[in-house]
């Protein structure tokens, strides 16, 4: 299972983006989705979650805010820092 951390900005219009990070072969990437409920931004604050994408392309990719990954062992195998 791949693992993400990512942050939240609230937007300009209703809702929210999430921007996030995730590692794939050593690279790191970026991505961001639009959540239109105002309010969830703290909910996905510091948190890790499961990402699909195209190992051909991994910029093609997508977030699956509904599965959390809380396992820090594979937070670390999938490339982040778990150290404060």
């Known amino acids: 299972m791949l693992v993400v951390n990512q942050k939240t900005v609230i937007g300009v219009d209703t809702g929210?983006?999430?921007e996030y990070i995730y590692y794939y072969r050593g690279n790191k990437f970026k991505g961001h989705n639009k959540i239109?409920?105002?309010g969830l931004d703290q909910l996905f604050q510091n948190k890790?979650?499961?990402i699909i994408f195209?190992?051909?392309n991994p910029?093609?990719?997508?977030?699956?805010?509904d599965e959390e990954n809380t396992d820090t062992s594979k937070i670390k195998?999938?490339?982040f820092n778990m150290e404060k």
């Open 36 to 38: 239109t409920n105002k």
């Open 54 to 56: 195209n190992s051909n």
């Open 16 to 18: 929210i983006t999430i």
């Open 77 to 79: 195998e999938a490339g």
């Open 59 to 65: 910029d093609n990719h997508i977030i699956y805010i």
């Open 48 to 50: 890790f979650y499961k």
